[in-house]
């Protein structure tokens, strides 16, 4: 039974320029969520995408968006990157109609020069 | 802002001893969660609870959804070194609203002395 998968491991990019992230879902989830999480803290919720719609959204600007596909994998893209974006990018997938428990990705440490 | 408060922020215990640590918050939450995070990995779910009052173990690992709904609690008995990690606890947003959007309090890390 495959967990969440997540690509790529590791990014580096420059300020200004654009990323996008992907994910996978555990076997049988069809909601996936995004979460940010800078060094030395929790992660922050960017976003959650079911039935490939944005469902809810935490405090992040409009350059963070997402899209979900039809076998429930999903992107997440940031434009403008910022030095303040580096952080490691989490991926977590859940059964919408499930408990709340979500299983989390190993994530994507992006830098930003 | 909705926060949950983890304490205390790190620990360097001996190896064998037992841990606890506790998450609170200001507001009622309807399920709580533990998970673990090592170094550069994402976090893992250790144990679930959805009842206040609810003990339930994993293991080593035992965890209690506090009575008045706004704590939990992780106890970690007889430690070994592969326990050293970051412990979060989360609860969905809005307390006792069934959202997706989970927050995490800032973590417990977790030193172990062999």
């Known amino acids: 039974d495959a967990g969440v998968t997540q690509s790529p491991t590791h990014l580096i990019k420059t300020r200004g320029q654009q990323v996008t992230l992907r994910c996978s879902p555990k076997?049988?989830?069809?909601?996936v969520s995004w979460y940010q999480q800078a060094l030395g803290q929790g992660p922050q919720f960017i976003f959650q995408?079911?039935?490939?719609?944005?469902?809810q959204r935490g405090n992040f600007p409009d350059r963070f968006s997402g899209h979900q596909f039809p076998n429930y994998s999903s992107e997440l893209n940031v434009n403008a990157l910022l030095l303040g974006d580096s952080a490691l990018y989490l991926c977590?997938?859940?059964?919408?109609?499930?408990?709340?428990?979500?299983?989390f990705g190993p994530g994507t440490r992006l830098t930003v020069l | 802002g909705q926060q949950l408060n983890q304490s205390p922020q790190s620990m360097f215990i001996q190896e064998g001893e037992d841990v606890s640590m506790n998450c609170t918050s200001s507001?009622?939450?309807?399920?709580w969660l533990w998970y673990k995070q090592d170094p550069g990995e994402g976090p893992v779910l250790l144990i679930a609870?959805?009842?206040?009052?609810e003990l339930t173990s994993n293991g080593r690992l035992t965890a209690q959804f506090g009575i008045t709904r706004k704590d939990s609690f992780l106890n970690i008995s007889a430690s070994i070194p592969s326990d050293v990690g970051i412990y979060f606890c989360?609860?969905?947003?809005?307390?006792?609203?069934?959202?997706?959007?989970?927050?995490f309090g800032q973590g417990t890390t977790l030193q172990v002395k062999p």
């Open positions: 995408y079911y039935e490939e719609e944005e469902r």
């Open positions: 977590a997938s859940s059964l919408r109609d499930g408990n709340r428990e979500q299983f």
């Open positions: 609870l959805y009842k206040a009052g």
């Open positions: 507001s009622i939450f309807n399920t």
């Open positions: 989360a609860g969905p947003w809005g307390g006792s609203s069934n959202t997706g959007k989970l927050i």
């Open positions: 076997s049988g989830h069809d909601t």
